[in-house]
C-alpha cells in the first residue's frame, strides 16, 4: 500500500500461566503474572490500533492458536527461530516485504508513546537506517529498520543490562544513520508493580 506509513509488530507470547513474566511471580502468583501480561497486552494493542496509514501485526509465540490471539481482528503470525534475536530478525525481514519501514515493539513498556513509534517510523521513511527506543535498564523496548543486517542480533546478551549498548555497536559498524528515540521504562522486575499501579492512575487505565 503506497499511503502506508510502515507497519509496528507486536511481539508477544500467548499470556499462559508459568510461561509469562516469571520473575513477577514470586509475586504475582502464576496466574496473576499471565493477567498482567494479558493486560499489558491489551494496552499496547489499544494504543498501536488508533495510528493513522499503519498496518499492525501481531507476531505471537508459541504459536497462533491462544484464545486471546485468535479474537484480535488483526493479521497474525508465528514467531520462528531458535532465539529472541533470530525470531526478531524474522519477524522485520518478512514484514519489511509488505512495506517500506518497520518498527518490533514488545509489550512490556505501557508507557511507550505512539507518538514515540510514529516518530520513529517517520524517522525510517526520512532516510535513517535504523530506530531504537531505550529502556532504563539498559535494553531496549523497541526497534525498527528498513532492513535487515542479522548481525544486529547476533551475540547480543539478551536480558542484561548490555543489550541496547551492543545493539547501537552494531549500528556503528555497519555505518548505519540510527536515531535513539525517548528513553521509557518496563516492566520486568517486582519493584516495577508499584510504578506501573501509578502509571495508570495517572492515564486513567484503571
Known sequence: MESELGRLLVFSKAPVA???????????????AAQLHEELLTICLEKVSAANDVTI?????PDTDHAY???QNIPLY???????GEKMAYALESALKRCKQTIL??????ALSLKTLMSGLESLRSGYD???VPAEDGGYVAIGMREVDRTVFESVEWGSDQVY??????FEQLGWR???LDMCWDIDRPEELVRYENWKEVSGKR
Do not use: Y
Open 69 to 71: 490471539f485468535q479474537s
Open 178 to 180: 540510527w536515531k535513539a
Open 165 to 170: 549498548a551492543q545493539t547501537v555497536a552494531r
Open 57 to 61: 501485526e501481531l507476531w505471537c509465540a
Open 130 to 132: 535504523a530506530v531504537i
Open 78 to 84: 508465528k514467531q520462528e527461530g531458535n532465539n529472541l
Open 18 to 32: 508459568g510461561e509469562v513474566k516469571t520473575r513477577l511471580i514470586p509475586a504475582l502468583g502464576a496466574e496473576g
Open 105 to 110: 515493539l514488545g509489550t512490556d513498556s505501557p
